[in-house]
Antibody, heavy 127, light 107 residues
Framework: QLQLQESGPGLVKPSETLSLTCFVS??????????WGWIRQPPGKGLEWIGS???????YYNPSLKSRVSLSVDTPKNKFSLKLTSATAADTAVYYC???????????????????WGQGTLVTVSS | SYDLTQPPSVSVSPGQTARITCSGA??????AYWFQQKPGQAPILIMY???ERPSGIPERFSGSSSGTTVTLTISGVQAEDEADYYC??????????FGGGTKLTVL
């Protein structure tokens, strides 16, 4: 059974960089057809996709966050990471990592969704 | 990218049918997915490619699509179905997005 686990500081100071890592177990991060993504959820609010990365290093980012987000992948250690620069209080959220199915099916339509999620980790941006 | 619009809340009595809609301009050309999220838990994928149920999801959950609107239907609602429900899709530039979420209350 695929499992994902987020890890990183629970408290980040304003203007600093928020950094999180997702450890994947029970499957290979190098599996074909799967990206690995980050989604966040501010307290009491909805879900926001941040970005996704393929094992080759190919990335997709949410345009609204693209200028501050960087994703990386470490295939030997089966993990991937998120860096969000210039953090503000608005970045306070539960951050989830997830497996991101991403492929074009036989109909030529894009299949793109998140089928396995980590439990989430709360990151608070505060001085 | 484009927006996905959901009603903020839906209320039904146990045993009744709940319908949660999600509207978006690109939905005729893109698949939609549905997630269930209970308090303090990660979202769970409950509907795939508009109307396919992943393994382990009860048959009372179904999905449909018509034009720019997709609908999640829960037949014979149970108390345990009380949760937040989110639709999700992607656009032609591979940007993923979520609807604002719908809180289902079982009266």
């Amino acid at each position: 059974q695929l499992q994902l686990q987020e890890s990183g500081p629970g408290l980040v100071k304003p203007s600093e960089t928020l950094s999180l890592t997702c450890f994947v177990s029970g499957g290979s991060i190098s599996s074909s057809g799967y990206y690995w993504g980050w989604i966040r959820q501010p307290p009491g609010k909805g879900l926001e996709w941040i970005g996704s990365i393929y094992y080759s290093g190919s990335t997709y980012y949410n345009p609204s966050l693209k200028s501050r987000v960087s994703l990386s992948v470490d295939t030997p250690k089966n993990k991937f990471s998120l860096k969000l620069t210039s953090a503000t209080a608005a970045d306070t959220a539960v951050y989830y990592c997830a497996r991101h199915q991403h492929y074009y099916d036989s109909s030529g339509l894009l299949t793109a969704t998140f089928d396995y999620w980590g439990q989430g980790t709360l990151v608070t941006v505060s001085s | 990218s484009y927006d996905l619009t959901q009603p903020p809340s839906v209320s039904v009595s146990p045993g009744q049918t709940a319908r949660i809609t999600c509207s978006g301009a690109a939905l005729p050309k893109q698949y939609a997915y549905w997630f269930q999220q209970k308090p303090g838990q990660a979202p769970i994928l409950i509907m795939y490619k508009d109307s396919e149920r992943p393994s382990g999801i009860p048959e009372r959950f179904s999905g449909s699509s018509s034009g720019t609107t997709v609908t999640l239907t829960i037949s014979g609602v149970q108390a345990e179905d009380e949760a937040d429900y989110y639709c999700q899709s992607a656009d032609s530039s591979d940007t993923s997005m979520f609807g604002g979420g719908t809180k289902l209350t079982v009266l």
